[in-house]
């Protein structure tokens, strides 16, 4: 499989240019060229199927141009010691859960098959690659697991005066390891502010071999294709009903990566989400892209720090223009509605939803014009491990809920050697000191 930009589509690269130069000059995103036909493998899989089995039988399948089916396997368990788990609410009601990696974000997916990925591309072209991002603590905690042990791939965190977690300083630069915590003058914004900076000056993407981490990076992207296939095969023996799949907005990753799997002939029958500026309905009735008016050669570059899926959609929508009217479903979805279904699930399922969850309930419900058939099954899909929104869980539901243990040390702020900075210049000299 070969991925073109989104802005140009005759712009062709290999997946290992796709992951290690993940920006496209154009300004555009790496997007799937073509359809491939995935069924021969996906109906062999079934409930015994591990996840790590199924991620690279299917990174086998996709990439089998670049990737033999023993690499392919070998990058699928180095990345998947963990896995989703599908669990049943209702006779038609389930709820995947994204959350069971070493951090309990769902990028733990996505950032540890890009690093896995990364490791065996660059120990094949005898190469070296450096992953700069700017965290909160979260894709940096992500970043800090997957990379661990890596020979080929270093990590440079700008974290906020003051914010610095999720890694052990064993693992750091001055232990021999390969992450370079970076303490920035300023909040997140300047964070954010400085690594945009960087990736938009090509030469020093390219002196350093910076990549990002982020979904921008399609390495980082396509794995959350293989969630659908894993709930299908727990599934596909139980209901012989329509499957939808009901998900938060977000940035767009979880729905594009949908859809990617439908593109990868996956069964599935459409996906419920809710309504956002960029994404919402429109005088019909029908899933509209507010941006779609505007041609992409007229836009800026997306932006390489904080990126939107939004344009990957519009690709999909534009090669496949049926698929927004009848794959997409969108519901506006306000407060009240959110906090009445986190509070209905916890009474009828004895489940605590966060936030992000409890928008796909509530905009499953209001889609019931799609789902209102007697064999249709909806899977709602949990980004996070709903400790990370203890608050809103105890204001909807009256419940407390606890960090599980291993996830306290990645929320506690950490006092390190490591280097401060306050501007471009010196974390450019922090890269060049790191190279030498």
Known sequence: MFFSSTRNSKLFVSFAQAITNCIPSDGGMYAPASSVNLL?????MDERTKFESIAGTLTSALLKDELSPLISET????AFPFSPKLNQLDKNLYVLELFHGPTGSHKDFGVSFLASCLEHILLMQEKTAIILTPTNGETGSSVAKALKNKKHVKAVLLYAKGTMRGFEESDCIWNGGNILPIEIEG??????????EIFTDTEIVEKFSLTLANSLNIGRLLPQA??????????KNKTHGEIYYALDAGNYGNLTAGLYSWKFSLPVNGFITDCTPALNLDDDGNAFVQDSTIPLNKRGSNDPVKPSNIERLEEVFFTNPAVIKGFVFPAYV???????????AFKKYGVLLDSQTATAYAASKKRIDITDGSEATVVLIARDHPSFDAEKIYDWCGNKIQLPEHLKPLHKNIETKHKVASNVKQVIETLTNLLQ
Request: aromatic share 22%; with cysteine.
């Open 40 to 44: 021969p493998w996906i109906y062999h």
């Open 75 to 78: 990058i699928a368990s180095k």
């Open 187 to 196: 909040d997140e914004k300047k964070c954010f502010d400085i690594a945009r």
């Open 226 to 235: 293989f969630f659908y296939t894993y709930a299908f095969t727990r599934l």
């Open 334 to 344: 306000n407060i009240r509605e959110k906090s009445y279904a986190a509070n209905e």
